[in-house]
Each structure stands twice: as C-alpha cells, then as structure tokens.
C-alpha cells in the first residue's frame, strides 16, 4: 500500500484540482505567494487520509491586500515577452489571475513599492489596469503614481512617453512629481526644458505657480544659479513676485553663498520689492552656521547686525527667528544663552512652538541638567506642543541620555513615551538594551528585550561586554606586611611623642594675647 501524501502537498493538490475543476477550458491557475496557502500546523490533524470538506474551503479564501500585491510584484519581475519559458506574456498573465481583482489607488501605490526592480514594465501594468472592468480610473493621482515611481529609477524618458499618452490626463501633481524627481537626480538643466515644453508636450498649463514649484525644487537641490537665470530668463512672461524673491534668497543662504545672497538682495530692494522676515531668517541662519564654522566667538556680534537690519527695514522678527538663533546657540553649547533668549521671546510679541521647546531639551540633557530638561518637558505639554512629541523625538532624547551615560534617566524618559502613547520602535530598543547590559544591569537588559519580543519587534540577541568602568572588582585581602626594625622604632617614638604632649598644659587664650 503507497504512504500517503503530507498534508500540506496534499493540500496543493486539491487546490489545483478545483481550479482546473471549475473552469476546465483555461489553461490558466491564480498564483499566490506560499504565504497565501495554509500550512499542515493551521489544520487539525487527521487520522485518515481524508481531507475535511471545511477544511478545503479555507484554500480559497480571498487573500489579503498585502498578499495581492505581493503576487503582482512578483508577476512584474518576471520576464515581459513570452518565451519557452514563459509561454505567457504579462498582460495574459495578469489578466489570468487577477481579472477577479478591484484594484483602487492604494492596492496600486502598495505594488508600486514593492516593485523597485520592474522597471518600464509598470507601463504595461499600467495599460492592463486602465482596460481592466475594475481597474482604477486612470487621472491625475492614479497617473503620478507611475511617474514616481519612473522618477525613483531616473527613467525620464519613460516619464515624458508616460505623459505623452496620457495628455490631457496629467495635471498638477504629475507636474509636481516630474519636477520633483528630476531636480533630486541633478537634472536641472532638463527641468528647465521641461518647463519650457510641458504646455506644448503634455497639455499642461504654465503659470506663475508651477513657475514656483520649479523654482523651490531647484533651490533645495542646490541649484539656485540655475533658479535665478531660469526667473530672469522668463521674468518678460512671469514677472517673479515676493515670493518667489524669498525662495532665491533661501536657496542662496542654504548654501552658504552669504555674497550672493546679500547682491540678490540688493537687486530686490532696488527693484522695489519689500523682502519679508522668511528670507532674513534663512540671512540670519546663513550668518550663524559660517560663524559656527569659522570663529564661534563672533556668532553673537554677527547675529545681531542682521537683526539690526531688520529693525531698521522694519522686518518684524517671529518665531522662526528665535528658533534660528536657539538652535544656533545649542549647537555651539550656549544653553544658558538660549534660556536667556526663550525667555525674552516675549519683548517681542513671539510665543514658543514646539521646535523652540525641542531645541532647548535636547540642549539642556547634552548639558547634564537634566531636572530643568525634564521641566522643559513638562511646559512643552502645558503649553499645548505635546503633540510634538513624537517617537522620533523621545528616541533623539533617549540617544542624547545614554551618550552622557545617564542610562537610568534614559529609562525614565522610555517609560514617559510610552505613558505619552509612543510606541517605540526597534532603534529605541536595541540603544537601551546595549546601554544597559554595557553598564553591567543584565536584568533590567532582559526585561527590555523581552517586553520587544512581546511586542514582536525583530530585536536580536547579542552578546555585549560589560564596560570595564562598571565590572564590579573582586573585593581582596590586604595582606599584613612585617615591619622592619627601623620602622617599628618610628611608629614607638611618634605614639611616645604624643604621650609626652597630652601632659603638657596649654595656655589659655586670653593669657596667651596678654602676655
């Protein structure tokens, strides 16, 4: 008699059996993931080799989200053309197994992710869902989706096909995307002519405020002298407005161009344009970061001529300046400066957002006062910035507490974030757990570690040594050394010395100054 099958094979047996079962004519089988199927531990063993007809339904249960998507990104890293291989191509193959599937913008977008590696077979993807009975209507957002993920692998001539096809289709936020990913790749001097062409290309329309989006994109990207050659090239159809004067001076001060930026200044004010406080602070921040560089000493004189400034242009000063100079003076370890400044905010009608509050904590743990940063924390909350707190934020705390080897406060500052309602993630973890087993309390390491593992966290188990500073040293016997004959007869003349002293009456004090 043969052994009969594992159930787990078994179970993929039927599970092709009814497929082919129900719809004999087609050649074709839905493929899912091996997480799709069940496992033998998900069934109850039997002691026959019959297989439970409810058993048999749990097989072809709709899959997860996650799982769909996952079986898409598979089926797009496969080869595109058929071959022997592959007798099929990837329009049949997706239209074989997912034609049962509603597909909407986040199934997509989740695909997209995944699908790092697929290349321009996305396109083809792409064609399949805007024919598909329940494909996602194919706009402006379902379009820019693809255009990222083209961008992310610097595929721009794919891009410009991609909004070729779909003129008339593609608005702002493909707009935005293009223009984001090639200013990220270095690719200004294209941007510009995409810029120039997108109206005549790809039906979309120029004006003053994509005109703006080129310009910010260019400027955070470091290209600010391709930005203003690109406004004054075409200042005769878009004149740049306050605005887009800002965005200049930013780009110039961000990177540490202080000439530039002051010339372009200039050439604002002589043309009649009022610069407003957004382009000093980043001034402002420009003069603080080279003093920090250069001579750290000078950073307050300086700091202040550009506040001069500003008051005699009357340039009302906000909480964005403050932040500038108190994070400034932070980083050159100027804490009692910054609490000096934060508490004068005031004077000026400015009150503290979050950033002020954040920049300040950090500052004062860095500084080993720990009870004012907790105080700090608490008037963060009271103010109304709590939100500000995040797990990002209370990890930055905990790092800066167990690099001043103050890991029980670090502990304390955990157990508020999780009070707070942070959940801490694996970074937070994993920094506590080597803290403390390097400071020698094993047992409070593990009770970290398995508080991660019940929250399933991937934490893995290491091996730290203890630091030397905190082994405990194995407590020795001094051993009695004999004294020699010369050192004996010293210890017995100084005790007769003090003998002969105690007998000796002193004189009192006022006979003493008397005499």
Known sequence: ?????????????????????????????????????????????????????????????????????????????????????????????????????????????????????????????????????????????????????????????????LLVAGRGIAGEKCFAAAVDRMARAGRSTQLVQFF??????????RDRGKMSVVVSALCDNGFTGHAERFVKKIADEFFPDEMICDILV????????????????????????????????????????????????????????????????????????????????????????????????????????????IFLIKSLYQAGRIGEGDEYIDRMKSAGFGNSLDKKRYYGFVKILCGIERVEHAMTVFAMMKRDGCQPGIKTYGLLIEKLATHGIADRANAVYREAVRKKLPVEPKEYRVHPRYMKKPKTKKEKKRETLPEKMARKRRRLKKLRLSYVKKPRYGMQMRS
């Open 196 to 205: 120039e062409k997108m109206e005549t290309d790809y039906g979309i329309a």
């Open 1 to 161: 008699m043969p052994k009969p099958p594992p159930p787990l094979q078994l179970c993929r047996l039927l599970h092709r059996r009814f497929f082919a079962s129900s719809n004999p004519s087609s050649p074709f089988r839905t493929l899912y993931p091996p997480s799709a199927f069940p496992t033998a531990s998900s069934f109850s063993p039997q002691p026959s080799f019959f297989w439970p007809f409810s058993s048999v339904r749990l097989l072809h249960a709709a899959p997860d989200r996650t799982v769909i998507a996952q079986s898409v990104a598979h089926q797009l890293r496969q080869p595109e053309a058929a071959s022997e291989e592959q007798p099929l191509t990837l329009s049949q193959r997706l239209e074989a197994h997912f034609s049962h599937v509603a597909f909407d913008l986040s199934l997509v977008q989740e695909v997209l992710n995944i699908s790092a590696d697929a290349g321009r077979k996305v396109l083809t993807f792409r064609d399949w869902l805007s024919r598909h009975p329940k494909g996602v209507k194919s706009d402006d957002d379902f379009l820019s989706n693809f255009v990222e993920f083209l961008g992310r692998n610097n595929d721009f001539k794919a891009i410009h096909d």
């Open 250 to 357: 930013r780009g110039w001060s961000a990177e540490g161009k202080l000439d530039e930026a002051r010339r372009l200044v200039g050439e604002i004010t002589r043309g009649g344009f009022d610069l407003g406080t957004a382009a000093y602070n980043s001034i402002l921040d420009c003069v603080c970061k080279l003093c920090r560089k250069k001579d750290p000493f000078r950073l307050q004189s300086e700091a202040e001529k550009v506040l001069l400034e500003m008051d005699v242009k009357g340039v009302p000063r906000n909480v964005g300046t403050f932040n500038v100079l108190i994070a400034n003076y932070c980083k050159i370890r100027k804490t009692e400066d910054a609490v000096k400044l934060f508490d004068r905010m005031h004077e000026w009608g400015c009150s503290p957002d979050g950033d002020t509050y």
